[in-house]
């Protein structure tokens, strides 16, 4: 990939950055599309998030912006405007820099999360779900499954009362779905979705107990490094049908590329 003095540079926010993924999807997508783009790591603390983002409103050829663990909340913050799902959830993992400065907010995860299961052949309609964590990924992923025709949508946190403070505003946006906080428990359950960041450290604890796995059950993540996580390790080993997080970045950096290198800020 030559880089030139016209080329347009994308960050990734993240932290730590030794876990990321996307830039091997994206840069070759990139390539293949004909644009002069880049997209590179920036490993930036939360306590540094604000101070690195006003820095980033003065790079004039910056594309914009890509959002990881932990930054998802804190950037729709920042954010001078947000649009869809973002909007909605006030969260965002991708925001564009405008002409003035101004950054243009969007979150495309759960989109990618539910395309990605698509593309690996698994059917959502009249699916019980059990989501794992209520952070910024899985709220995404929870808004675009319940735009889906599933049966049955429970959100389980280590935190309950972030869990069910999460329920009853999708259940607001969504009043012909079912959706409920829960435990940490597969039981009952066709889809078991992992949307915390636990599999990202080897020292992680399990985002559930994987002795309520039963064969059959479709097993997803958002952890994309490693490519195995523990959790899906040990939902293989029970006879479960994994998904890798991998699969969430290859269904949205279509996306992702054409927010962000449009003529558009929308």
């Not at 490993?43 to 790079?59: D, F, H, N, Q, Y």
């Not at 946006?173 to 435990?183: C, T």
Request: charged share 20%; net charge neutral; proline share 6%.
């Amino acid at each position: 990939m030559p880089i030139s003095g016209k080329t347009r540079v994308v960050v990734h926010l993240t932290y730590p950055a030794k876990h990321l993924r996307t830039p091997e999807f994206f840069n070759p997508l990139l390539e293949r599309l004909g644009i002069d783009g880049v997209l590179v790591p920036w490993e930036v603390s939360p306590a540094k998030l604000a101070t690195a983002w006003e820095g980033l409103r003065a790079i004039e050829n910056l594309a914009g912006v890509i959002v990881t663990v932990p930054h998802k909340l804190e950037v729709a913050k920042l954010c001078d405007e947000l649009h869809g799902t973002a909007r909605l959830l006030n969260v965002c993992n991708v925001a564009k820099r405008m002409p003035d400065g101004r950054f243009s907010g969007r979150m495309f995860d759960g989109d990618g999360f539910v395309a990605g299961l698509k593309k690996q052949g698994h059917d959502l309609r009249n699916k019980r779900i059990l989501l794992l964590g209520a952070g910024g990924a899985a709220t995404g992923i929870a808004h675009a499954l319940l735009a889906e025709d599933i049966q049955a949508l429970v959100i389980s946190n280590r935190t309950p009362g972030k869990a069910e403070a999460l329920a009853a505003e999708l259940q607001q946006m969504f009043r012909l779905r079912q959706v409920s906080a829960g435990p940490a428990d597969a039981s009952g359950f066709d889809v078991v979705i992992n949307g915390t960041a636990l599999g990202l450290k080897s020292d992680d604890p399990m985002p559930l107990p994987v002795e309520t796995l039963v064969p059959g059950t479709v097993v997803g993540e958002v952890v994309m490094n490693p490519d195995i996580t523990p959790l899906l390790s040990a939902a293989a080993e029970r006879g479960c049908v994994i998904h890798k997080g991998a699969h969430m970045i290859t269904g949205q950096i279509d996306l992702l590329a054409a927010f962000l290198f449009s003529q558009s800020g929308v």
